[in-house]
T-cell receptor, first 115, second 118 residues
Framework: EAGVAQSPRYKIIEKRQSVAFWCNPISGHATLYWYQQILGQGPKLLIQFQNNGVVDDSQLPKDRFSAERLKGVDSTLKIQPAKLEDSAVYLC?????????????FGPGTRLLVL | AQKVTQAQTEISVVEKEDVTLDCVYE???????LFWYKQPPSGELVFLIRRNSFDEQNEISGRYSWNFQKSTSSFNFTITASQVVDSAVYFC???????????????FGGGTRVLVKP
C-alpha cells in the first residue's frame, strides 16, 4: 500500500515570495493533517481536514498560510508571503478517520528554507 | 492543556547497550492515546506503537519495549541491544480531546536524539 506522498521534497525561496506544498494521503483515509516541524522541535499541527471540511485550523497563521482539500483527497498548503521564521519541515499525515485512537501516518515532508 | 515532555534531548550509546527514553505527559482527559514515532535522518515519521489510557500492560515488540505507568503519567520506551540502525530522533505524542469537536491532533514532545555508535 502506498504511503503519504508529498512534493516537493525541498524548496528554497526568498522572504516575501510565495510557495505551495502538495500532499496525497493514503488511499481511503478521510482525515488529513498538516504539521510544521521547526528544527530541533516536535511537529505542531497547522490544520486538520475531515474529507474536504476543516476540523481544526486554530494554529494556522491565517494572514499568510492557507490550505485546501477541494475534492477530499489531495491537499495543498500555501504560504504567501513567506517569512524567515517559516523555515521548517512541513509534514503531511493522514488517518482513516478523525478519532483519538486513529494512527496518523506521515509523509516524507517538505523542507522549506526561506532566505 | 495537553503537554508532552521528553527531558532527554540526546542520548549516545555504544552498540548492544540498552537505551531508555523517557516521556511524561499531562492531560485532564480520562480517555487518551499515547504514541511513539521514530524519525530517521530521511525525515519521515515512522509509527512505532499506540497505547490507550485504559491499558497499562507493558508491551514488547522484538528489541523494543514500552512501560506505561498512569500513576506517574509516563510512557517510557526501551531499546534493548541497540544497533546503529536505531540512530534517529524518537518522539512521544499524545492524542486527547478536551473539546470533543476539536479534532484529534497529536501533541508531540520535543524528541530525543539517539546516537548508536558501532
Amino acid at each position: 500500500e502506498a504511503g503519504v506522498a508529498q512534493s516537493p521534497r525541498y524548496k528554497i525561496i526568498e522572504k516575501r515570495q510565495s510557495v505551495a506544498f502538495w500532499c496525497n494521503p493514503i488511499s481511503g483515509h478521510a482525515t488529513l493533517y498538516w504539521y510544521q516541524q521547526i528544527l530541533g522541535q516536535g511537529p505542531k499541527l497547522l490544520i486538520q481536514f475531515q474529507n474536504n471540511g476543516v476540523v481544526d485550523d486554530s494554529q494556522l497563521p491565517k494572514d499568510r498560510f492557507s490550505a485546501e482539500r477541494l475534492k477530499g483527497v489531495d491537499s495543498t498548503l500555501k504560504i504567501q508571503p513567506a517569512k524567515l521564521e517559516d523555515s521548517a519541515v512541513y509534514l503531511c499525515a493522514s488517518s482513516l478517520e478523525a478519532s483519538l485512537q486513529e494512527t496518523q501516518y506521515f509523509g516524507p515532508g517538505t523542507r522549506l528554507l526561506v532566505l | 492543556a495537553q503537554k508532552v515532555t521528553q527531558a532527554q534531548t540526546e542520548i549516545s550509546v555504544v552498540e548492544k547497550e540498552d537505551v531508555t527514553l523517557d516521556c511524561v505527559y499531562e492531560t485532564r482527559d480520562t480517555t487518551y492515546y499515547l504514541f511513539w514515532y521514530k524519525q530517521p535522518p530521511s525525515g519521515e515519521l515512522v509509527f512505532l506503537i499506540r497505547r490507550n489510557s485504559f491499558d497499562e500492560q507493558n508491551e514488547i515488540s522484538g528489541r523494543y519495549s514500552w512501560n506505561f505507568q498512569k500513576s506517574t503519567s509516563s510512557f517510557n520506551f526501551t531499546i534493548t541491544a541497540s544497533q546503529v540502525v536505531d540512530s534517529a530522533v524518537y518522539f512521544c505524542a499524545l492524542s486527547a480531546d478536551m473539546i470533543k469537536a476539536a479534532g484529534n491532533k497529536l501533541t508531540f514532545g520535543g524528541g530525543t536524539r539517539v546516537l548508536v555508535k558501532p
